[in-house]
């Protein structure tokens, strides 16, 4: 049985690879690009680093710099106005999965008219619009190499997931040198972010051997380096690592799919502004322990892949292990708990029938190998509001 995969059609990875700008815009005959950025990004000069390359090559360029943290509908209505002021070419995406997936859903609906929520999951977004160039600079949602966008709509606070073809970068700049301001919490999450990446989509129902080879690839070097990188937030060989691993992961799912911790965590962040990463992490353990007792041989080969187990190790100690050892990196790493975060409890469990319904509506939790009901997703919601470990 043969699989569809889609992945960036230039992919430009290593320190200085987003001050090839200019020379990929030439490769694909664009000439005046919108940046699509936030207000950090702009603080620490990346946006400047980038926009001089095309100041010394004498092209043209807009910027829209307000992308907030969580991108709301609105936020795409406000960027496809400056996309209106200009004759654009192009959308850049640049800084972290926010960025990125404004840019997705502005280059689709420049071309399509609508609303962003006539094209949320389960619609297969199919017939690309403006070309998109995305430029990640956190290690962490691997948007610049997935056919995936997640908007917020900002009327009644659901994270829509959208997917396919069109949602796809023709270019992918992934330098992590861009990364190397990351604060410990944004990289702690990100990195965690990206290990639940790698992990849905080798246990996903959509698995298969290209998504396989990048998953177990990703979870290998993000393991091995995520410590390394939250003990010395300048070094490195870590970031550069994280940045790839990040990457492969995002390759990896965009290929065969996330899975339950994505669909619980999503109505986390719209409900409660958690960021996404760090939702991710407080769900990590508990659906990885539910999820393990229907997909023991593939759990096993995680822990392997990571090396927290021998290769020979048999399945039910590998499994034992996985789940120790994601609750001790939680812990090491002082992920929070929902409660600890500050979420009111009365109105987290007030929200758990809505929330659980939102997350099947998703479509996400039916790739996990077991595929919950509303009840058993409410439990796991209860489980982690004061323990993620």
């Known amino acids: 049985m043969s699989s569809n995969i889609l992945v960036p059609g230039i992919m430009q990875i290593g320190a200085g690879a987003s001050l090839c700008l200019p020379d990929v815009l030439a490769q694909m005959g664009l000439s005046k690009p919108l940046f699509i950025t ?8 990346y946006l400047k680093r980038v926009t001089d390359t095309l100041e010394a090559a004498n092209i043209n360029y ?4 307000d992308v907030p943290n969580d991108p709301t509908t609105a936020t795409v209505t406000a960027a496809l106005a400056a996309l209106g002021e200009g004759d654009y070419d192009c959308v850049v995406g640049l800084g972290g999965g ?17 609303a962003v929520r006539d094209y949320k999951a389960p619609i297969n977004n199919s017939v690309p619009g403006l070309p998109i160039i995305a430029i990640p600079t956190t290690a962490g949602t691997g948007s ?13 606070d659901e994270k829509m997931l959208l997917m396919g073809r069109a949602f796809m970068p023709v270019a992918a700049l992934v330098d992590f040198e861009m990364t190397l301001t990351m604060p410990y919490r944004l990289t702690a999450d990100t990195g965690i972010d990206s290990m639940t990446h790698a992990m849905e989509a080798y246990v996903s129902r959509k698995a298969n051997l290209f998504s396989d080879a990048l998953a177990l690839a990703a979870m290998k070097i993000i393991y091995k380096n995520i410590r390394k990188v939250c003990e010395d937030l300048s070094n490195r060989e870590a970031r550069e690592a994280m940045m790839l691993g990040a990457c492969q992961a995002g390759m990896a799912f965009s290929n065969a799919s996330v899975a339950l911790v994505h669909g619980m965590s999503r109505p986390i962040g719209a409900n409660f502004h958690v960021p996404h990463g760090l939702s991710n992490a407080m769900l990590l353990p508990a659906v990885t322990a539910f999820s393990v007792p229907h997909c023991v041989e593939r759990y096993a080969d995680c822990a392997r892949a990571m090396e927290m187990v021998p290769a020979d190790c048999d399945d039910a100690t590998a499994n034992t292990v996985l789940l120790a050892e994601l609750r001790r990196l939680n812990q090491e790493l002082e992920v929070p708990s929902p409660e600890q975060y500050g979420i009111d409890r009365q109105r987290f469990m007030d929200l758990l029938p809505t929330m659980a319904e939102q997350a099947i509506a998703s479509g996400s939790p039916g790739n996990n190998p077991v595929i919950p009901d509303s009840d058993q997703i409410i439990a796991i919601y209860k489980e982690i509001f004061s323990n993620v470990c």
Request: glycine share 12%.
């Open 98 to 114: 926010s960025p990125m997936d404004t840019a997705k859903a502005v280059s689709l609906l420049a071309v399509k008219g609508g």
């Open 144 to 156: 610049e190499a997935t056919k995936v966008t997640i908007i917020t709509d900002a009327e009644s």
């Open 38 to 45: 936030g207000p950090v990004v702009t603080k620490y000069g």
């Open 62 to 65: 807009g910027v829209f710099n």
